[in-house]
């Protein structure tokens, strides 16, 4: 359980960072919180040759809120994430969603982006970005770009981003008026990986019927799997036409049986946590505009 | 075979400064048991599962098996040996653990003895509720946990008696 010998690299400021990233290339490897990177390297799953600290450019420590998004720094850790009111008040699902990344401890060094980079398909902040939308953005010594949401995780940890470039920040956009969110799972044992959870965004009218709903499920899929479910809502108030929202879910979701879950449990988990997560989304909308009503 | 290459790294622990050249790929909980002989700080499952190595960086609970002691560079780290009275004795968290019985075979228990102490500064008075909460991320295979959570309120209660008493005098 020991990790294989690496070189190690402590740049004091982010361009130093880019130099040493583009001069190791496919060699080297950013290292933020470690919360996934290092148990992989002393179970010798990973053996990086360089690893790239940045846990020492507190230019990257920070979580910002403007009117339409939320951007959180490449080294903000979790815990600070979830606690900043602001951000909180801004964008609810980032707290929900933060809550069941593993356990408070873990949390208090892994950061969110880091998290986001790492690209695992079990992982809660993946999918609390691309439900929301928003942006990482990448730098690299020959600029900076910012990759979709929708385009950044390309499959089983596996992101856009390339070896010479280091995500510096990652925007969530803030959700219009009136919406509610909600962040559910379920694993094997509190704080572990989901065996499947599940995101849901809705948007509320004045009459508190749902106009629009989306969801985010996580350990079903390659990637985070986002499912647009508005065709499902019937009527008015919260309900969904039940067979319909669940095959919406079906053809996207793609479970894997593992020592965790059979591929049927998992499915069956998607169903049900879809339903629960859009109810408590809608729960949470209503909540939100009477608290600003009041 | 090249000998590995040592990095220089400063740090401080219970207080003490330390310098220390280590190769890079030295878990914290390594540094502190081989090379700083701190054998409080255990280690269990060593890919942060079972909580046994936590120790507190800058006031906050950490797996030291999940960071390699070279990115430590200016950091505070508390230990289970630093989470005693200023003059040695018993901290109130260890108090509370012999008061309540909340440890059997004592592997788990700095662990718990630093998740609590750090805990304990952002909540004071937590309910049973919160201290299951506080704690579900160490693992413990002798008690069942029902002391380990009276003792979390136990230690709530001497910490805000202890803080009185200070301010009293």
Known sequence: ?294 | MEAEALVHVEFTVNGRPHELEIPARRLLSDTLRHDLRLTGTHVGCEHGVCGACTVLLDGDPVRSCLVFAVTMQGADITTVEGCCTPGGGMGPVQQAFQDCHALQCGFCTPGFITTITGYLEENADPTAEEAREAIAGNLCRCTGYQNIVAAVQRAAQLKQAQLKARDAT
């Open chain 1, 1 to 294: 359980m020991k990790p294989s010998p690496f070189t190690y690299h402590r740049p004091g400021s982010i361009p130093e960072a880019l130099e040493v990233l583009a001069e190791l290339g496919d060699a080297g490897k950013v290292l933020a919180g470690g919360q996934s990177l290092v148990p992989l390297m002393s179970m010798r799953l990973a053996a990086p040759a360089h690893l790239v600290d940045i846990n020492h450019l507190t230019e990257l420590d920070t979580v910002e809120v403007t009117d339409t998004y939320v951007r959180v720094g490449a080294i903000a850790r979790h815990s600070r994430v979830g606690r900043d009111q602001a951000a909180y008040d801004a964008i609810p699902l980032l707290r929900q969603g933060l809550l069941n990344v593993a356990h408070p401890t873990i949390r208090n060094r892994g950061t969110t982006v880091g998290s986001i980079v790492h690209a695992d398909p079990a992982a809660e902040m993946p999918a609390v970005l691309v439900l929301l939308g928003g942006t990482v953005e990448l730098r690299g010594v020959n600029g900076k770009r910012d990759v979709a949401a929708g385009d950044f995780f390309v499959g089983p940890m596996e992101s856009a981003t390339r070896p010479d470039e280091l995500a510096v920040a990652v925007m969530f956009r803030r959700p219009p008026h009136g919406s509610g969110s909600a962040f559910v799972e379920l694993a094997r044992r509190h704080g572990d990986y989901a065996m499947c959870g599940v995101g849901a965004v809705v948007g509320t009218d004045a009459e508190d019927s749902i106009t629009s709903a989306r969801v985010a499920l996580i350990s079903v899929g390659a990637g985070p799997v986002l499912v647009d479910v508005t065709e499902a809502i019937t009527g008015s108030g919260g309900a969904f036409d039940e067979p319909a929202l669940i095959r919406l879910v079906d053809e996207r979701i793609d479970p894997e049986t593992d020592i965790h879950a059979s591929s049927e449990y998992r499915r069956h988990l998607a169903h049900v946590l879809t339903r629960r997560a859009l109810d408590m989304a809608r729960e949470h909308a209503l909540r939100r505009r009477r608290e600003r009503g009041a």
